[in-house]
């Protein structure tokens, strides 16, 4: 069985850039969000999802509207939570579906944004942590998702600090500089690799 190491980082860290490096060094990668924006386009899931609202969260083609449900849920954490409860359970399944097609690699990543924050991490083996100063972090978001400032920095106050993640990840990767952060990635891999007597 493949360890799982769980890669997370906050808004705007890189973390996805970062998980398309260990994917280019072979490491199969799963990334949760993407996963679960492909599980949400399921009839079972879009009817699931509706019925949280008491609003039409879908749209002209059958789809879940998802910049509506983001706008609707942004303030409300009871609905976040119902939100949570229809797609973890889904995101979880899946995952446990993907590790077992890639059970032959010696090791997988699992990428999330809140790893720490719905108790992931206790499905991982290792975690890597993805860091970038708040100011890059803000430009980035701003730049990709054609929001203000004061959204972002919005996101980023509901979210687990970094330091708090820090003590709990087994490997920081600091965003910087991409040359750097190419040769820690394969760094990492290789001690992992040596580590757990995997080459």
Known sequence: ??????????IGSGKTTVAK??????????????RARLLMERP?????VQQIFTTSVINENGLLDRAKIKQLVFDNKTLLEQLNQ???????KDFEDWLEEHKDSPFVIKESAILFESGLETSC????????PEE??????????????????????????????VGRSQY??????KKTVESDIIAIIRDINLKNHLI
Do not use: C, W
């Open 44 to 48: 079972d899931v879009v009817e699931a």
């Open 125 to 132: 083996d290792l975690v890597i942590l993805v860091v970038a």
């Open 1 to 10: 069985m493949s360890i799982i190491v769980g890669l997370t980082g906050g």
């Open 86 to 92: 229809v797609v973890h359970p889904r995101v979880k």
């Open 172 to 177: 920081i990767i600091e965003n910087n500089n």
């Open 136 to 165: 890059v972090r803000i430009e980035r978001v701003m730049a990709r998702d054609g929001v203000s400032k004061d959204q972002v920095l919005k996101i980023i106050d509901n979210q687990m600090k970094d330091e708090e993640k």
């Open 21 to 34: 490096l260990f994917q280019k060094h072979g490491v199969p990668i799963y990334i949760a969000d993407e």
